[in-house]
């Protein structure tokens, strides 16, 4: 191992992705805390901007990817892949050699999309809880929560995955216990263990694709690896039937807690109403697709006959999911808790739209992770802005919110609308594509998510009515105000929610913006093709 | 017996370099804090002319000096875990070598390894355990560098003037370095008696070592014999200890009966053949004593107290090297000896040890509202899953699988040196300021000290295995070295047949899994506390230098053997002393 | 000459004593003769063994032993004094401030 | 306002400038249909500036007084509409050359790809099926014309209505952006939702429209009724767009592809389909219909939307958006002619002719008993909406069975009482406005207070008002031309469709289709219902008696608001009957084989006599007695009986216009019927309630979604989440239980190990 091979792992732009981040907010950290509170005082802001910069440099590097590549890739086919196939555990891509780990990194459509979306709503979160408390840790928290996520979406080693799939825990832990709300403590744990004890279900089934997927001739001690891309394109990964059902099994409890998907889902609701706005954002924007994005990776790619085999299961879940979220949130009190049951809900969608097994189908799973990654962060965005406005989420103690704050209450109308999937809106694309797919496939029980999509508006245009509205000629505030003078949103705040807005609503015009619904699409095709309907049977 | 023949060449001398190391700083410990003023007074009337002989006397400013003695240790330790590296590394001396006694005649070289005769064996795995076991102390004695930790937490009642006096006496005392030296004599009696337990190819020789080092760590946990607990813990630790030494030494005494032989080969060999009930008693007994030392359920009772009595440093020592000892004895016996090739007769005996036994340390952890014992109950914890990892050996037999597995425990081990003992070492930290013991004390550490806040939640997230960390690479090597041993020869079409065709070790993996998850709830609970909640103190923490500096190696290696290139030369060291415990 | 076994059995004998007296009996000086009983039984089966395969190696070990349990004894009775000046009492039924 | 509303006409230079833009584009040689997609395209733009200049520019004067606070910018871009409407209707009747190019055999403009939506695979199984393409473009045939006109000629007016009636109220002061913008919003939906070519962008560009119908029903955020108002309407109508998605997805199931052009092009697919195969989709996409255009049961929410600002009521709940089901029953329309799928869709046809009939009655029964003006107008929208369901649905039983040419009568006659409908209720809503206007105008000047506070009076009870027809001469001979429309008096606007519709329902009777029996006596009934309730509403409004002291200051003087109304009281009273004779009905089904007014402009008189003897001289002797009768009801009995009760003659020294003075002389003579002891019976008060349909509802929606929603929020804290505390609180206690097991006591360790080695022992011993 020598250290040139290092720097040229360095030189990698998607290593340089996950590194930049975390390394960067590591130095952040370490600079505020070393010096003394008059020096902390000073280094506040030029921690925060260097924060925002460097966040804003990952969107500029991710958006030359973009515009750079078409990702018109064949089956199987990587983006600034820094090894070979055969040349895993060797060469820059070295890490833990002697069992198999290597730092193989690469990007496809499946990915660039979560990867843009991620790098785009970091400095979005940041911006929107600008004026956090001891915003040195709190935005470099918020970076190092970038570099992980990334990590998650572009690593093709699953050892590497599983780590950055955890590591994202820990400064979202941190987010939540330290500058959540009053059951912070309480909610933080639940957060952090709960999807801790789901994913190592997902690591044990990581570990028996590992013992299949043969690397011998890398000669390390197990002589097995845990690069995906050779799992992907060994004929044979696997043979025991059986045994692929086990893992298949295993990586979707990971995956379906993570989603989060009925009823592992309990966790959800807790971390979204004590989260930070930020916290929040990022955690509906980006942490709830890690579980989708896994379960397209490793668990529809590497398991097609699993996703037909447990088709039915994975539609109950899906429309479990969907109805009973979308009725639960309608038995809510608090808004955030609200829109955090309403994530629940739509991410059911995801697995209808996989079980469908219809490019169309998967394509709109996709950009249901999309979609629903641009606008429930502005959903969270306003239900932030409630929380730092008026100190409440309850929904029966206010009237007539608009008077004061008219910004707030667009972006609520417009989030709510487009969450409710009204179309030219992002959200509707992705029901669009989904259900038609899902009628293709199961024929009438399209009745049921159809049927729920009016609960959905239901609920929205409920809450919306008993918040901003009514309220007669005053507003009626809450309790919590004391004699607080209403306010509209920051600037900040609106700054963020503006650019989530006109996304939302570019995205529902025009899906392709960007190559995002085509590269999907083309993912999803080559998908149906190659894994879940191989060439040798497909005449 | 001639030990002459040991240092007959430079190889031969080189061969237990690391050990003469140990001996010499011994000696070397007890006799330079008396290095003195003393002087022989020629008996020449009127002449008062002194020959110095410096033993005794009125003491030297630098022998005297609190420091010296556990400068001397650390140099010792840090001197034999260096040559210990670079033999193993082939450096120095030699990889690979024996020494046997032959016609009274101690031997050494890489000839005698085959020879009935060998008592203590040299090679890639005692190699790596000893550095273990040194490294452990290393840190230890770094700790305990300029102070007896832990200012006794059961403070005596000043109620008058006396007491004041008596109390100032006792704790000139205690940074009197006469409690120093008896402290880093004990430790390295401890680290010579790991490494011959490590050494050790014959049975009795591994109970003697192992004798030496219990004997050494009892008085190591009354060291605090100020206080209440101290003695209390020391006398539990040690009752139960020699209870359990003796049950072991007696299974040890049926073994020969049996065989007439101790040495491991011998008995390996005759194990085959078929053991009798007389050997099969002797081995459950000998579980007996290892179990303790391992603090396996039903035997881990006094751990928890051992733990919460000892000061901090010497309980992270139980933690990691002590348990680390119990469990090469225990691989010793169960695999060099008794490990058949298709399932040996206590795979299933281990693996419900191994289940309750992790399953018990969690849950009780769980509740637990003093982190030491906490700490404590989670190493009973980690000891199941370990455990867990020797009964599916057992399953597999001698082969890739359980060679996997034992690189998993020898790298577990190794790092558990890090965390587990780094944890510990913030635990001395908050001793030195009379606390520790209550989770109160840390609410707010973060506040207090951001960096140790850090490290100690790198402890915790290392103990509860979340990657990128130490103790995660660690327990993933242990379960996919479980899985594998299952998951090879599965068949079945559909979902049930396979789960029909699963080995029940399999669930022994996913029990580990589980008992994770739970761990990670009272691990997390003091990340909470640290970050979370108020306090109403504010001091700064102790400085304590060198308890700083040995927590930042702690932490450094929980995160360099967790990921990355590190991780890697660890595991592969651990892979070839797994190699070499199989033979 | 005596049978090996009658040496073992009394070995086992003695132990069992050893070890039904190490739990029944509160006094700690008491307890550690009831391991020292114990490790008698391990040396008389050494013995045994000696008597029994005619090699040395048995009474080598019997002579360790009796050093162990010397060295045991001696580290026991250290920390007993240790706990005695501390609380009292000898009594393991009234050190137990460590539990739970 | 008054003094100075002559000179604003100078406000309205840049609107008409934009007359001018077909000109420019014209010149700039672009054609017509290639300039069509800028009437979606100009709102859109226009949408989000007026929105973002109006939050930015907030009470400036430039904003306030000169743009009318984007009322003149609104007004701008709805004149281009309009006039690249007017283009497009002029190229598509001159058969221009260069229009061609987008033409088919079938007459139909269209340009299929404006823009690719979403593409992707469909696979069935492993095979591959093809490429499919959800693009936007447009199509343009002569009912998407129609309706298109109407929807920009209305938007228009009603826009240039609005700017006097919304900037004169200190209520809606620096928020009329909001409206213009939402205003504006909803017109790109409607011209969307009209030249859209697949049934997606259609459905699109109809949610859009909801949303601004949502909006703009709820621009009274403040008040709890409209809030709830625009919810309703936003939810009933979600509810029917929903099964309109479902059935959208059934539809692409079949085809593959919701283009127009695909589907029409051959209903079949190659005989892949069947007609049984249409029956759900179609249904699916009915229910959407009935929502959007509030017919039975999913009408409860036009009356409430009649909550929001007398504008929107005018264009969205009366005029336009409430045109859209019947616009989407008329896109179905060639499949139900396909003549493959001959008798398979006639129970559907006549479903929909059923769902008209009831609602048609429905509604005008309800009508009977509102006091509320727009309430009054809403419940007749819902009315004569349903009859064109029914004349639709007649037609599509026609076409469905075979009968082509009356198929094309009936369909023509439907589309036609559309646009003379939408004509006339636009205009009564923008009378009725101008009523409510002067009404709240007027008490506050007799109030002396003007800070819109009224809730102690209803400006919009008829209860308060009579006796306006001299203060108002202008809104009530709109008033008047309008409802003479919309009951059908002959010869004037609706009279020429409604009779059409309902002699082709009596005629599907008679060709063998005896389920339509009872909607075709509901529509006749209804046409004497509809004179009743349209003439109570005029009398009770402007002849008699003042009935409150407010109507003293009433005076009517806007600009903005009397030129809408004098506009379209022209085209209400001489369109229907030019068209009529233009032979407009049969040129909206079959724009490919007659030529509108080529007859009669070549002859004239023969045109008018030969369309005069049609409507009242029939050949057949149903269509003469239907004919007869639903006039005798419609323009005698009906207004008779409402004269009889609520007519009289003006206050003393009030002399109304000779234009509806005889109307007043005529209701004051006929005597007077007091109707006490039936307005207070079981029957008014059922209808008071709106037939309790209302109630019946949210007794239901209270009684099983609301409690669920609260059991499963229960369920999921207690048990879903409670099974994890479970498991949390019991980890902790078994803890406790096992840290018991500690003593403390060396003795008990000491036996528990003893135990352990017995245990170990006698396993090991029990294995070897």
Same mark, same amino acid.
């Given at each position: ?131 956090? $408390? ?201 808004? $955030? ?203 | ?34 290095? /003195? ?244 008693? *002797? ?28 000061? /901090? ?70 000891? *199941? ?199 | ?100 | ?768």
């Amino acid at each position: 191992m020598e250290i040139t091979e290092y720097i040229t792992m360095l030189g990698n732009p998607l290593t340089v992705l996950i590194l930049l981040p975390i390394t960067g907010a590591l130095l952040l950290m370490l600079v505020h805390w070393l010096g003394n509170d008059e020096r902390r005082e000073m280094l506040a802001n030029p921690i925060r901007y260097t924060n925002l910069g460097i966040a804003l440099l990952m969107f500029v590097l991710a958006t030359f990817i973009g515009l750079e590549e078409k990702f018109g890739l064949a089956w199987g086919e990587y983006l600034y892949q820094n090894c070979e196939i055969g040349a895993v555990s060797t060469g820059s891509c070295t890490l833990i050699s002697s069992i198999g780990v290597s730092w193989h990194v690469g990007i496809d459509a499946l990915s660039f999309p979560m990867v843009w979306l991620t790098t785009l709503l970091i400095p979005i979160s940041m911006v929107v809880e600008w004026d956090a $408390k001891k915003g040195a840790y709190f935005h470099s928290l918020i970076l190092m929560m970038e570099g992980a996520l990334i990590g998650v979406f572009v690593s093709l080693d699953l050892f590497v995955f599983y780590v950055f799939w955890e590591l994202t825990l820990i400064p979202m832990f941190f987010l939540i216990l330290m500058w959540g709300g009053e059951d912070r403590r309480y909610a933080a744990q639940k957060f952090f263990i709960y999807t801790f004890a789901a994913s190592v279900f997902m690591l044990a089934g990581i570990l028996v694709m590992y013992f299949n997927n043969d690397a011998s001739w890398v000669g390390n001690i197990t002589g097995k690896s845990f690069d995906f891309v050779l799992m992907d394109t060994s004929t044979n990964f696997i043979e025991a039937e059986g045994l692929r059902s086990i893992v298949f099994l295993l990586m979707l409890i990971g995956f379906a807690t993570k989603m989060p998907s009925v009823p592992v889902h309990t966790w959800l609701p807790d971390a979204h109403v004590q989260a930070p706005t930020a916290g929040s954002m990022l955690l509906a924007g980006v942490m709830l697709k890690m579980g989708a994005y896994g379960f397209l990776r490793l668990g529809v790619t590497l398991f097609p006959d699993q996703v037909i085999e447990f088709q039915t299961l994975l539609i109950v879940l899906g429309m479990v999911s969907l109805v009973y979220g979308a009725v639960v949130c309608l038995g809510q009190v608090n808004l $955030k808790r609200m829109v955090a049951y309403s994530s629940v809900s739509h991410m059911g969608l995801i697995f209808l739209g996989v079980a469908t097994l219809q490019p169309l189908g998967i394509a709109g799973a996709i950009f249901m992770m999309f979609a629903h990654g641009i606008i429930s962060p502005l959903l969270f965005a306003v239900c932030g802005s409630f929380k730092h406005h008026y100190h409440t989420l309850e929904i029966d103690s206010m009237r007539g919110l608009a008077h004061h704050s008219p910004w707030m209450s667009a972006h609520m109308m417009v989030g709510w609308m487009g969450s409710l999937g009204l179309p030219l809106m992002a959200g509707f694309v992705a029901e669009v594509a989904i259900l038609i797919a899902f009628y293709m496939a199961f024929g009438w029980w399209v009745l049921l998510p159809a049927v729920t999509l009016i609960v959905t508006a239901t609920y929205y245009l409920w809450s919306m009515q008993r918040t901003i509205f009514e309220g007669g000629g005053e507003a009626q505030l809450p309790p919590t105000m004391h004699d607080e003078e209403p306010r509209d949103i920051t600037w900040h705040e609106n700054t963020g929610m503006l650019i989530l807005g006109v996304l939302a609503v570019i995205y529902g015009i025009y899906p392709d913006f960007f190559g995002m619904f085509e590269m999907m699409s083309d993912w999803a095709t080559l998908l149906v093709e190659n894994a879940i309907y191989p060439p040798e049977v497909n005449p | 017996m001639n030990l002459g023949a040991l240092f007959s060449s430079v190889n031969m001398a080189s061969t237990l370099i690391p050990e003469w190391i140990l001996l010499l700083g011994i000696v070397a410990i007890i006799i330079v804090p008396n290095l /003195g003023k003393a002087t022989f007074r020629l008996p020449v009337p009127g002449k008062a002319w002194r020959i110095p002989y410096f033993i005794g006397g009125k003491r030297f400013a630098f022998t005297s000096d609190p420091r010296l003695p556990s400068a001397i240790a650390a140099f010792t330790l840090f001197a034999s875990f260096i040559t210990a590296l670079l033999s193993q590394m082939g450096e120095i001396g030699v990889t690979e070598s024996c020494v046997a006694i032959r016609d009274g005649v101690a031997r050494a070289g890489p000839e005698w390894c085959s020879d009935g005769s060998m008592i203590l064996q040299i090679d890639a795995f005692s190699r790596l355990m000893g550095m273990i076991f040194t490294a452990a102390l290393l840190l230890a004695v770094i700790a305990n560098w300029d102070r007896l930790p832990a200012t006794p937490h059961h403070r005596i009642a000043l109620k008058t003037q006396r007491d004041e006096v008596v109390e100032s006496r006792r704790l000139h005392r205690l940074l009197n370095n006469r409690r120093q030296v008896d402290f880093a004599l004990l430790v390295l009696m401890v680290a010579l008696g790991m490494s011959t337990v490590a050494l050790s190819a014959n049975l009795f020789m591994l109970f003697v070592g192992l004798e030496l080092a219990s004997m050494a760590s009892y008085v190591l946990v009354s060291f605090n014999k100020e206080t209440q607990i101290g003695p209390e813990a020391g006398v539990k630790y040690f009752i139960v200890g020699s209870v359990a030494s003796a049950i072991g030494l007696y299974g040890i005494s049926m073994l020969y009966i049996w065989n007439g032989d101790l040495s491991i080969s011998s008995l390996r060999s005759s194990w085959a053949d078929g053991p009798n009930g007389m050997a099969t008693i *002797g081995l459950g007994m000998m579980l007996v004593a290892f179990g303790f030392k391992v603090s396996a359920v039903p035997f881990h009772f006094a751990t928890p107290d051992a733990y919460s009595g000892a000061s /901090g440093p010497v309980a992270g020592v139980l933690a990691t090297a002590s348990k680390a000892m119990g469990f090469v004895a225990l691989m010793r016996v169960l695999i060099g000896i008794t490990l058949a090739d298709d399932g040996s007769e206590w795979t299933i005996l281990i693996g419900v040890i191994a289940a309750i036994t992790m399953t018990w340390g969690n849950l009780a952890a769980l509740g637990s509202r003093n982190p030491k014992r906490m700490l404590a109950y989670s190493s009973v914890a980690h000891a *199941g899953y370990i455990l867990a990892g020797i009964a599916a050996i057992g399953a597999l037999g001698p082969g890739e699988g359980s060679e996997l597995i034992a690189t998993a425990i020898i790298f577990h081990l190794a790092v558990l040196v890090t965390f587990k003992l780094g944890a510990f070492l913030v635990i001395a930290l908050l001793e030195c300021e009379g606390r520790g013991h209550e989770l109160e004390h840390y609410h707010g550490l973060a506040r207090r000290d951001p960096l140790i806040a850090i490290s100690m939640m790198i402890f915790m997230l290392a103990l509860a295995g979340v990657p990128p960390l130490a103790g995660f690479l660690s327990k993933l090597m242990m379960v996919s070295g479980i899985i594998s041993s299952t998951v090879g020869d599965v068949a079945g079409s559909s979902l049930s047949e396979t789960m029909d065709s699963l080995s029940w070790v399999f669930w022994l993996a996913i029990l580990i899994f589980i008992n994770s998850a739970i761990s990670l709830f009272y691990y997390l609970r003091i990340c909470v506390v640290m970050f979370y909640d108020e306090t109403d103190r504010n001091l700064r923490l102790s400085r304590a230098p060198m308890i700083r500096i040995a927590i930042m190696f702690c932490t450094m290696g929980a995160i360099v053997f967790g990921f990355g290139i590190l991780a890697d030369v660890l595991a592969s060291a651990a892979h070839d002393a797994a190699l070499a415990l199989f033979g | 000459m005596i049978e090996p076994s009658w040496i073992a059995g009394l070995g086992a004998f003695l132990f069992c004593i050893g070890l039904v007296g190490v739990f029944t009996r509160k006094n700690a000086i008491i307890v550690l003769m009831c391991i020292e009983i114990m490790l008698n039984a391990v040396n008389l089966n050494f013995v045994a063994g000696a008597a029994h395969w005619e090699n040395i190696d048995g009474w080598v070990y019997t002579s360790i032993a009796i050093a162990i349990a010397a060295a045991e004894v001696a580290v026991g009775l250290a920390i007993f004094l240790a706990l005695y000046s501390q609380r009292g009492t000898i009594s393991l039924d009234e050190v137990t401030l460590l539990k739970h | 306002m008054g003094e100075h509303s002559k000179s604003e006409w100078n406000l309205l230079l840049p609107v008409g400038l934009m007359i001018f833009f077909p000109v420019i584009r014209h010149l700039l040689e672009f054609d017509a249909m290639e300039s069509a997609f800028l009437i979606v395209a100009v709102p859109l733009v226009i949408f989000p500036a007026i929105l973002i200049l109006g939050q930015l520019s907030k009470g400036e004067d430039w904003w306030k007084n000169q743009l009318k606070e984007g009322g003149i910018v609104a007004l701008a871009g709805l004149a281009i509409t309009l006039s690249l409407t007017v283009w497009l209707i002029i190229e598509f009747y001159m058969g221009n050359e260069k229009l061609s190019q987008f033409e088919d055999d079938a007459g139909v403009l269209s340009q299929g790809v404006i823009f690719d939506w979403i593409q992707f695979e469909i696979f069935d199984g492993a095979t591959l099926l093809g490429t499919s393409t959800l693009s936007f473009g447009l199509w343009i045939d002569s009912v998407s014309l129609v309706v298109l006109f109407v929807a920009a000629f209305l938007c228009f007016l009603i826009c240039w209505f609005a700017i006097g009636y919304m900037n004169t109220d200190p209520i809606n002061e620096d928020r009329n952006h909001r409206f213009f913008a939402e205003f504006v919003l909803f017109s790109m939906g409607m011209f969307g939702m009209v030249l859209a070519d697949s049934f997606l962008w259609l459905f699109i560009f109809w949610e859009i429209m909801g949303l601004c119908s949502y909006l703009l029903i709820g621009f009274y955020w403040e008040k709890p009724s409209a809030a709830a108002a625009a919810k309703k309407a936003f939810l009933t109508t979600r509810v029917g767009d929903v099964f309109l998605m479902v059935g959208l997805f059934m539809l692409y199931d079949l085809y593959h592809s919701l283009e127009f052009a695909v589907i029409f092009g051959d209903p079949t697919l190659g005989g892949a389909v069947h007609g049984v195969d249409l029956q759900w989709p179609l249904f699916f996409m009915f229910i959407g219909c009935v929502g959007k255009s509030a017919q039975f049961p999913l009408h409860v929410w036009l009356p409430d939307a009649m909550e929001g600002p007398t504008p929107v009521s005018a264009l969205i709940h009366a005029a336009t958006m409430v045109n859209a089901g019947l616009y989407l029953v008329a896109r179905m329309f060639p499949l139900f002619s396909e003549p493959h799928f001959e008798g398979d869709l006639s129970d559907l046809a006549m479903l929909i002719a059923w769902i008209g009939g009831i609602t048609a009655c429905m509604a005008a029964f309800i009508a009977f008993v509102a006091n509320d003006i727009k309430r009054v107008l809403a419940y007749s929208t819902m009315s004569q909406l349903a009859y064109i369901f029914t004349g639709l649905g007649a037609a599509c039983w026609f076409a469905n069975e075979g009968y082509h040419h009356l198929a094309t009568v009936a369909f023509g006659a439907s589309l036609f009482h559309l646009f003379n409908h939408a004509m006339a209720k636009g205009m009564l809503f923008m009378a009725s406005g101008s009523v409510i206007h002067e009404m709240h105008h007027a008490h506050d000047h007799a109030h002396g207070h003007d800070d819109g506070d009224h809730h102690d009076f209803d400006p919009q009870d008829m209860r308060n008002m009579g006796g306006l027809a001299s203060k108002m001469p202008v809104t009530s001979i709109a008033m008047m031309l309008g409802s003479m429309s919309i009951i059908g008096i002959p010869l004037i606007g609706g009279f020429w469709s409604k009779e059409g519709i309902v002699g082709q329902a009596w005629n599907v009777y008679a060709h063998g289709g005896e389920m339509i029996l009872f909607p075709a006596i509901l529509v006749l009934a209804t046409a004497g219902m509809t004179g009743f309730y349209m003439s109570r509403m005029w009398f009770m409004t402007f002849a008699g008696k003042p009935k409150s002291d407010v109507v003293e200051h009433v005076h009517e003087d806007t600009q903005w608001i009397k030129t809408p109304l004098v506009v379209l009281s022209i085209v209400t009273a001489f369109s229907g009957f030019i068209l009529a004779c233009g032979n407009f009905v049969h040129w909206l089904a079959e724009p490919y084989h007659y030529e509108p007014f080529g007859e009669l402009l070549a002859h004239p008189i023969d045109a008018i006599l030969h369309e005069l003897e049609h409507a009242f001289l029939p050949e057949e002797n149903l269509l003469k007695i239907v004919g007869w009768t639903a006039i005798l009801l419609s323009a005698g009995l009906g207004p008779f009986i409402a004269a009889r009760m609520h007519g009289g003659r003006l206050a003393d020294g009030e002399e109304a216009t000779p234009l509806t003075n005889w109307l007043i002389s005529y209701s004051g003579s006929v005597g007077h019927t007091d109707v006490g002891d039936l307005a207070t019976g079981g029957f008014a008060t059922a209808l008071h309630n709106r037939l309790y349909i209302d109630d019946a509802y949210e007794w239901v929606i209270s009684r099983t979604i609301m409690p669920l929603a609260t059991i499963c929020a229960w369920i999921d804290k207690n048990w879903v989440d409670g099974a994890i505390k479970g498991i949390e609180s019991g980890s902790q206690s078994t803890s406790t239980w096992l840290r018991q097991f500690t003593t403390g006591r060396a003795s008990d360790y000491l036996l528990m190990a003893t135990v352990g080695m017995l245990v170990i022992v006698g396993i090991l011993w029990g294995v070897a």
